[in-house]
C-alpha cells in the first residue's frame, strides 16, 4: 500500500477534523525523521493510518481486540480512549492488509507508548502529541523537550499523560508507566 | 513477639523523629480499625514494625531483597525510597521472627501499595500516609477522603503519590498503578 492509497482508505474512515489532524502528524513526524535520522518510510505510513479506527464503536473495538490473537484483552480494562490503538492495528491488518511489524507496533502503541518502543514507535507517539494543532497544558513543554531528544520527548509527553489522567480520575494503562519508567532510566543518554 | 517487645524492637532501629512518626501510624492505624470494623491486633503489629528497615544501609537492603526468596528482585528497580518496605518484611520475619504472612505483606506494600490489598495493607498504607505529623499538599484531601472509606482514602493517596513521583521525575513501582487502576474500578462500592 503506498502513502495515496492509505490516505485514501483513512479518508473514508474519519471526520474532517480528525483527517487534518493526522495529516498534521504526517508532517510532524516527517521533520523528526529528518531531525533524527530515521528513514521515512515506515513512518509516514503509520502515521497515516495511526487513527484509522477512531470512530468504530467501542463494543466492536473490543470486539476486535479480543478475536486478535497478538492483542491483549487486557486493553479492554482501561476506558474507552485507547481501544483505536491496537483496534486500528488489527483493522489495517485486516482491512488493509498491512503486516509490518514495526508499522503495526508504531499504531498499537501510539496512545500508551510502552517500553521498548522502537525508533519508530517513539516519532509516531511523539508527532501524535505535539503535533500544531495540539492545545493543552504543558503541551510546549512536550515540543522543547523533543528538540532535545526523542527519548526526553516522550519521557515529557508520558509524564504529561499520566498526571493529567490522574487528575481526571481516568485510569493509566501500565505500558505507559513502564515506558516512563524505562525513559526515566536513559535519560540523557541519547 | 508482643506489642511491648515490637515497640522495644523498632526503637533500637529507628531515629527518634520515625520512632514518634511510627507511634502516631499505629494510633492511626488503631482508629481506622475501629472506624471500619477491623480487628486492631495484626494491624497494629505491622504498624509498629512498617519502617523497622528505615534506617538500613541500601546496599544491605538491596541484598536482603535479592536474598529473599518470596521477594521480587525487582523491588531493586524503582529508586531506594522504596526498598525499606520489603527489605523490613524480610528482617522482621529474620530478626523477630513475624512469620504471619498479613502481617508482612502489610510491610512490604505499606509505601507502594498493590492490587489486592488486604483490609489490613489498607489501613497500614493509609495510617503511614496520613498520620497527623504528615504536611504535605493534597494531604488533607486524603484525610477527607480516609473518612468516606478505605478504599477512597486509598485511592486518592496513591493518585497523590504518583503525581508527586512524576513531579519529581522519580520512578513509579508498577504496584502503585496496579493499585490505583483497581480502587478506580472499585470506587462507590465501599
Known amino acids: 500500500m503506498n502513502e495515496k492509497q492509505a490516505f485514501e482508505s483513512v479518508k473514508k474512515q474519519l471526520k474532517q477534523a480528525r483527517y487534518d489532524h493526522t495529516v498534521r502528524v504526517v508532517e510532524t513526524a516527517t521533520k523528526l525523521c529528518e531531525r533524527y535520522g530515521q528513514s521515512v518510510e515506515k513512518v509516514r505510513l503509520a502515521s497515516i493510518l495511526h487513527d484509522y479506527a477512531k470512530y468504530r464503536p467501542s463494543g466492536e473495538m473490543k470486539n476486535v481486540i479480543k478475536t486478535t490473537e497478538w492483542l ?39 496512545t500508551t507508548g510502552r517500553a521498548g518502543m522502537s525508533e519508530i514507535e517513539k516519532i509516531v507517539y511523539l508527532a501524535d502529541y505535539i503535533e ?15 528538540e532535545q531528544s526523542l527519548d526526553y520527548g516522550c519521557l515529557i509527553a508520558l509524564s504529561n499523560t499520566v498526571t493529567f489522567l490522574i487528575s481526571k480520575g481516568h485510569p493509566v494503562y501500565p505500558d505507559t ?13 541519547k
Chains 1, 2 share one sequence.
Request: net charge negative.
Open 72 to 110: 491483549s484483552d487486557d486493553w479492554c480494562n482501561y476506558g474507552e480512549a485507547i481501544l483505536h490503538a491496537p483496534a486500528g492495528a488489527a483493522l489495517i491488518r485486516e482491512e488493509l492488509g498491512i503486516t509490518d511489524e514495526e508499522i503495526l507496533h508504531a499504531v498499537v502503541f501510539h
Open 132 to 146: 500544531p494543532g495540539r492545545k493543552f497544558p504543558g503541551i510546549d513543554d512536550v515540543r522543547d523537550a523533543s
Open 177 to 189: 508507566i513502564h515506558a516512563y519508567n524505562e525513559l526515566l532510566k536513559t535519560r540523557g543518554l
